[in-house]
């Protein structure tokens, strides 16, 4: 089966956040999600199951498990037994519980920065600390892991989590095994536990390759929780359902308590199914998707370096999720945001937005067909051009 990756879809008026938060002036290229549609078998699963006409509760049946199982298994050689996987309503409750179930109010929590903005809210919002490891940036504009940092972080008295996001969000980076048995190592020795949110692990460009956390060791599945969802990949994310893989059954029992507390454990009708289905039936798919996007990195690329130097692209491994140095326009964060919203009529998100590290870059989605895309670098080219 062929997705056409093309097709411009008008989703404005239909509740969309990305597209129905700003002026109908605006290509917006910020929140992430894709502007694909579904794959067809999960479009017909879903009208199928509409026109059955009766929404009552849902049976907890072993399915949704399955399949997730079986996408491990098949795209990343993870053999995950189905009794560690547990239904979650999307990722960032996921880690919500996670911090509740293995850590205590007070504690510190280690993120990489920059980091994934909600990551900022959740942690203190359940009042537990925030402590940031801050990636280095080489000459090349890629990323590496200040280990020396990370240790010394993990290494205080009431640091009991390390959050980690892989691959990363918004940098791009895709963690070699090297550097997951590194950081395994380090958070065994200092007996912090690891969440693991890899939300965006079926986007890698070609020359990297992603390893699910849990599946680097016994000892590092024993002392981890990893959360998954393909919302990011099948454009999925408003039917508000992810999962989490939990080897050790002490941890998986650990976790659900909260769950169970808070009656989170209820799954919907319309939110396990197009899981069930994009897992099951569209492998084709995801392969297709990763080809169109690898060929929208490309084009963005080349735009940039030829025609808007005065921006770089950080060397991208993974996740539709550009992490744009604008910082040779030499403009504050809020400004730089307003020059791209109403010079260029394009919506990004601002980088200092996700910590230290951001401020300087926009995060740039490059989800869409590809006219759209250069639609949008014309009109960055054109408002610079006027600088």
């Not at 037994?81 to 007070?106: C, H, K, L, N, Q």
């Not at 989490?244 to 059954?249: A, F, G, K, L």
């Not at 870059?361 to 895309?373: D, Q, V, W």
Request: aromatic share 10%; charged share 20%.
């Amino acid at each position: 089966m062929k997705h056409n990756f093309d097709e411009l879809v008008d989703r404005r008026g239909t509740e969309c956040k990305k597209w129905d938060t700003y002026a109908a002036d605006i290509i917006p290229m910020w929140i992430a999600d894709t502007d694909f549609k579904c794959p067809q078998p999960v479009i017909d699963a879903m009208v199928k199951r509409a026109q059955h006409g009766i929404y009552g509760y849902p049976i907890n049946c072993k399915n949704f498990e399955q399949s997730i199982v079986n996408w491990q298994k098949k795209r990343f050689g993870w053999d995950v037994d189905i009794d560690w996987v547990e239904y979650t309503p999307a990722v960032v409750p996921a880690i919500v519980y996670a911090m509740r179930a293995f850590t205590s109010p007070g504690d510190n929590i280690v993120i990489q920065m920059p980091a994934y903005h909600p990551f900022h809210d959740i942690i203190p919002h359940n009042g537990r600390h925030i402590l940031g490891n801050q990636l280095i940036r080489k000459a090349d504009g890629s990323y590496e892991i200040d280990y020396d940092n990370l240790e010394e972080l993990l290494s205080k008295k009431r640091t009991t989590m390390f959050l980690l996001c892989s691959p990363h969000n918004p940098v791009g980076k895709c963690f070699s095994r090297e550097e997951l048995e590194r950081i395994s190592e380090l958070c065994l020795k200092h007996n912090v536990f690891v969440v693991s949110d890899e939300i965006h692990s079926d986007i890698i460009y070609q020359g990297s390759k992603h390893i699910p956390f849990g599946s680097i060791s016994q000892e590092a599945a024993d002392h981890c929780v990893v959360c998954v969802n393909p919302s990011k990949t099948f454009n999925i994310a408003g039917v508000r359902t992810g999962a989490v893989i939990i080897p050790n059954r002490h941890n998986h029992d650990l976790f659900y308590a909260p769950l169970e507390d808070n009656k989170a454990y209820g799954r919907t009708v319309f939110g396990t199914l197009p899981i069930e289905v994009s897992y099951n039936e569209c492998d084709y798919y995801a392969d297709q998707l990763l080809e169109y996007l690898a060929g929208n990195l490309a084009c963005l690329n080349k735009f940039v370096a030829e025609r808007i130097p005065r921006l770089k692209v950080t060397p991208t491994q993974a996740t539709y999720l550009i992490w744009l140095n604008c910082q040779a326009l030499n403009m504050a964060p809020k400004q730089l945001n307003q020059f791209f919203l109403e010079q260029a009529k394009v919506a990004m998100n601002e980088g200092s937005t996700f910590g230290p590290g951001g401020a300087g870059f926009m995060r740039m989605n490059i989800a869409c067909p590809r006219s759209r895309l250069v639609e949008a670098l014309h009109r960055m080219e054109a408002a610079i051009n006027k600088l």
